[in-house]
């Protein structure tokens, strides 16, 4: 990733609008900043929340609370606690988020 013009700044995440995306069941709650090409979001899962697709864009997610847990296409399961983190390429390996009892993330794509 090569970062170029972004200036020094500060985000107040607490001003940042929340827009709700629907998952196959309950919803993802974004707040998000676009710096260039970069999108940087706080995520925040409500629990019982699985995703309504696989996605292909990558990422890299740091968990901050909850627990996340990641499927890949291929049937391999991660799960992610607070202070954890996954990275992977667009288009390497389709992936999918739920959570029994909530999360919230980081995310860096």
Not at 43 to 64: M, N, Q, R, S
Not at 65 to 92: C, I, W
Request: hydrophobic share 35%; net charge negative.
């Amino acid at each position: 990733m090569w970062m170029e013009n972004i200036p020094f700044g500060i985000t107040d995440w607490s001003k940042i609008a929340r827009t709700e995306h629907t998952g196959e069941t309950g919803a993802a709650y974004w707040q998000t900043v676009n710096f260039g090409d970069m999108r940087v979001r706080m995520v925040e899962y409500t629990p019982g929340y699985l995703a309504d697709h696989w996605c292909v864009k990558g990422h890299i997610l740091f968990c901050l609370e909850g627990e996340l847990t990641t499927e890949l296409e291929d049937g391999r399961v991660f799960t992610l606690k607070p202070g954890m983190s996954y990275q992977v390429a667009d288009n390497a390996e389709p992936h999918r988020s739920s959570t029994d009892s909530g999360a919230k993330l980081f995310v860096v794509d």
